[in-house]
């Protein structure tokens, strides 16, 4: 571990804009030191302002030795003006001088620009969202291209997104490159991220492991070589075989709080790849060449962090978890949480990732609710630092357990459509006869909550990360696999696979009390659509509308999903009998087909983010896919029948 900060820069990643409201300005950074801060705010047409940052506004929370969160959170009495321009600083504070973002990170000003801005939004009168974005996808990244296109919008607030929200895998902490691990384990030296203990793996700590031959590409041969952990090798680094839909690549398995940490850094900043250098390792042949393969589409993704990192330091952005921000099938099964909660190694593993999550992005969602788990997170943190850099491991342990049995992910936000992001991970209707079958991605208690909060209003933005109405065709594949056995193959997460979590779902929208305009946004599948939904037989129920927008760096297979989408088409037409076999038969489903597609299809396979436009009542006026090859993709409505 290294002691030398001097030729560290003082902000490693941030600002990003996180929670913003008129009244409360919500903010994520990480520096190489505890920094004092000031923050200037410089409204259009208004008087600027100069705010301290003191400690009931700033919480500063060590990760390692050079390495601390700040977390910035300003209460206002005096309220900001919404739909203008307001320009803003940070301003790092030393003895003699004070330097501004101007000087500390020049890449997020946009040209001609001598600050970043944000926009509070009047309402949710505009949104950009999108999932599922993974380094080594060999394809643009969505953030930079979306950077692109606030650029030429800089001077016209009225055009800026009142959120961008991000619904999903914004990291993948289960399937990461070898020239990214790489990168990884030099930052946490770099950093001095800090160590720990590992029970229940071949190596007793952090740093053995970062040393073990196995550590790249091998990280499944780490747990003990008996019978009873062959279930937990086949979850986690296996890398499950996934024919029909994608190849799981587990090996390289992030494992330690400081390799989540670093992931995150490594994934939203520039300025953490400047201070490290990530040569290959000693390795085979075929990981060899895999690892130069994989580093070509490393440096295309660094290229872009400047304008990733733009875009998050100029947008209020709102995230949640799905999967991969922790590991691949997280909760699928009964049988799936059984094993991997009863190990104490998988235990950890999933608890750190978790812990990372909520330091980086559950935080800023909703910093009330969270204070308390982020207060017992800063306790133990400091602890690290006063201990040689080690994590206590029995106060560790302790902390995520708490995390792993918290309910209150989800969270909600105010404005005209409210915004209802939900959580389907941590709160799953599981199957007590079945246990190897997918559970429902919400429990009755959780989908209850979601009703009364729905009841007699008269619109609603909602935040599902996996889509409640999706593809019928690879539904019924993944239906297959699951009657077969074996769900881990194919993802079997849809909110259909679970008979009781779909029926309520379904019930929900069919009550007589539920009467708006309800939009579904959504990620996770890598490809993009939109379908306009209204129930049959009933003239004033509610109009709902499910859009899906994934992958901003990820993509389904071109042929596959070809095939999919043409057969679907066919097999599941407006007259086919098909349609009476699935739980959706009382809906009325009309897809939309994308202005830039070949006549007929209807799913956009295509790195980018979805953009949507909301009239004064909450119903979508625009469906935009903004694809990061350079252009936008239309979903126009169906012509009336």
Not at 151 to 156: I, P, S
Not at 240 to 250: E, G, I, L
Request: glycine letters at 6%; charged letters at 25%; one cysteine or more.
């Amino acid at each position: 571990m290294t002691d030398d900060a001097s030729s560290l820069p003082d902000v490693l990643a941030g600002p990003l804009l996180r929670r913003l409201t008129a009244e409360r300005l919500v903010m994520w950074l990480v520096a190489s030191r505890a920094l004092e801060l000031s923050l200037m705010l410089h409204p259009e047409g208004y008087p600027p302002r100069r705010l301290g940052l003191g400690d009931e506004r700033l919480h500063r929370i060590p990760v390692g030795q050079h390495a601390w969160l700040h977390l910035i959170d300003v209460s206002l009495a005096t309220p900001l003006p919404t739909g203008t321009l307001i320009d803003y600083d940070l301003k790092v504070l030393d003895e003699s001088d004070e330097r501004g973002i101007a000087d500390w990170a020049p890449h997020l000003l946009h040209e001609g620009a001598s600050y970043p801005s944000f926009v509070l939004g009047e309402r949710h009168h505009r949104l950009l969202h999108g999932s599922c974005r993974k380094p080594h996808h060999d394809g643009p990244d969505g953030l930079a291209h979306a950077d692109a296109w606030l650029a030429e919008r800089r001077r016209e607030p009225q055009e800026w997104p009142a959120w961008l929200l991000l619904t999903g895998d914004q990291v993948y902490a289960d399937d990461v490159a070898g020239p990214m691990l790489v990168a990884i384990h030099a930052l946490i030296a770099r950093l001095g991220l800090f160590d720990e203990t590992l029970e229940g793996a071949t190596v007793p700590d952090s740093q053995a492991l970062y040393r073990d031959e196995a550590t790249y590409y091998r990280r499944q041969e780490l747990l003990p070589d008996t019978e009873s952990n062959s279930a937990l090798r086949e979850r986690f680094f296996g890398g499950v075989r996934k024919p029909v839909f994608t190849t799981a690549n587990a090996h390289n398995h992030l494992i330690t709080f400081a390799e989540v940490m670093a992931m995150y850094l490594l994934a939203w900043s520039p300025v953490p790849w400047r201070l490290i250098e990530a040569s290959p390792p000693t390795l085979d042949s075929e990981n060899h060449q895999r690892f130069l393969a994989e580093r070509a589409i490393i440096e295309r993704f660094v290229g872009g962090l400047p304008a990733c990192a733009r875009l998050l330091a100029h947008l209020p952005t709102l995230m949640i978890f799905d999967d991969h921000d922790v590991t691949d099938d997280w909760n699928l099964t009964a049988d799936w949480e059984q094993v991997a909660y009863g190990h104490p190694f998988s235990r950890r593993i999933i608890g750190n990732a978790l812990l990372a999550y909520l330091l980086c992005q559950g935080w800023g969602n909703d910093p009330d609710r969270l204070a308390e788990l982020t207060t017992l997170s800063e306790e133990l943190l400091k602890q690290a630092r006063q201990h040689e850099g080690r994590l206590p491991a029995q106060e560790q342990d302790a902390l995520l357990q708490r995390l792993l049995r918290f309910q209150g992910w989800e969270y909600r936000i105010p404005g005209s459509p409210p915004l209802l992001v939900l959580d389907t991970r941590t709160r799953r209707w599981r199957s007590e006869r079945h246990p190897t079958r997918p559970s429902g991605l919400m429990d009755w208690e959780a989908l209850i909550e979601l009703q009364e909060a729905m009841l007699d209003a008269p619109s609603a933005i909602i935040v599902s990360p996996a889509p409640m109405f999706g593809v019928k065709l690879i539904e019924a594949v993944q239906r297959l696999f699951v009657l077969a056995g074996k769900p881990l193959m194919v993802d079997a997460e849809n909110w259909m696979a679970h008979r009781g979590a779909a029926n309520v779902m379904l019930n929900i929208f069919r009550h007589s009390r539920t009467p708006g305009n309800y939009v579904i946004l959504s990620g996770d599948v890598h490809y993009s659509f939109a379908y306009d939904i209204q129930l049959r037989h009933r003239q004033e129920g509610p109009q709902l509308w499910q859009i899906t927008s994934s992958g901003i760096k990820n993509a389904f297979p071109i042929t596959l999903l070809d095939w999919f989408d043409r057969l679907n088409r066919w097999l599941y037409a407006p007259l086919s009998p098909l349609n009476w076999f699935t739980k959706r038969r009382r809906l009325a489903i009309r897809p939309r087909d994308p202005d830039r597609a070949k006549a007929g299809e209807r799913l956009w396979n295509g790195c980018g983010l979805g953009l949507v436009d909301f009239d004064d009542v909450g119903r979508p006026q625009a469906i935009r896919h903004l694809d990061a090859r350079g252009y936008e993709v239309g979903f126009p409505p169906v012509a009336e029948q």
